[in-house]
């Protein structure tokens, strides 16, 4: 098993009335979307390890983002921040914390969904593709942008989590 992670520490305040810790598995590497993801022109993509291993350092401090409803990304509504990300195995997880004082209602929600149901997806820029004609998108190279907190079943990929932590 190979593990390379990565994270912004910022002081620890307890009982910090803005801070919601959360966890999550933004995607998979080495693996083919599960349906094609918005931005992709109906093709499924596939993030190379070497891609997103490279591309760490440009999802610290990236937000999260929701949209009412959960089922898609709204780069306008951003509801937290990225602290750390690491992959393991197959999954780039990540962890932060949603600003649950400024978002009560969202971040109640999140809180009553079922463990498996809520999802994510990561926004990108300047990705480059291996070959465009393919019917899979292979991923070799990106910068992360941020990430949206949606519904499992709108996410590419069906595998991604997302559950506030304690």
């Known amino acids: ?4 992670a990565m994270a912004v520490r910022f002081p620890q305040v307890k009982g910090h009335p803005n801070r ?3 966890e999550g598995i933004l995607t998979l590497v080495d693996a083919a979307s599960d349906r094609a993801p918005a931005g992709a022109r109906g093709h499924r993509v ?11 350092p440009s999802l610290l401090g990236m937000a999260v983002d929701y949209r009412p409803g959960w089922d898609g990304h709204d780069a306008k509504r951003k509801i937290g921040l990225i602290t750390e990300a690491d992959v393991v195995g197959r999954r780039l997880t990540v ?13 109640e929600e999140i809180r ?12 990108l820029a300047d990705a480059q593709v291996a070959d465009m004609r393919a019917e ?5 190279k990106a910068t992360f942008t941020g990430a949206a907190i949606l519904l499992r079943d709108k996410a590419a990929y069906r ?8």
């Open 1 to 4: 098993m190979r593990l390379d």
């Open 20 to 22: 919601v810790d959360f």
């Open 46 to 56: 596939l993030l190379t390890r070497a891609a997103a291993e490279a591309a760490l």
């Open 95 to 107: 962890r932060g914390y949603l600003y649950g004082r400024d978002f009560p209602e969202a971040t």
């Open 112 to 123: 009553a969904a079922a463990v498996d149901v809520m999802g994510m997806s990561y926004e």
């Open 136 to 140: 899979v998108w292979t991923l070799t």
């Open 159 to 166: 595998e991604t989590r997302f559950r506030l932590a304690g």
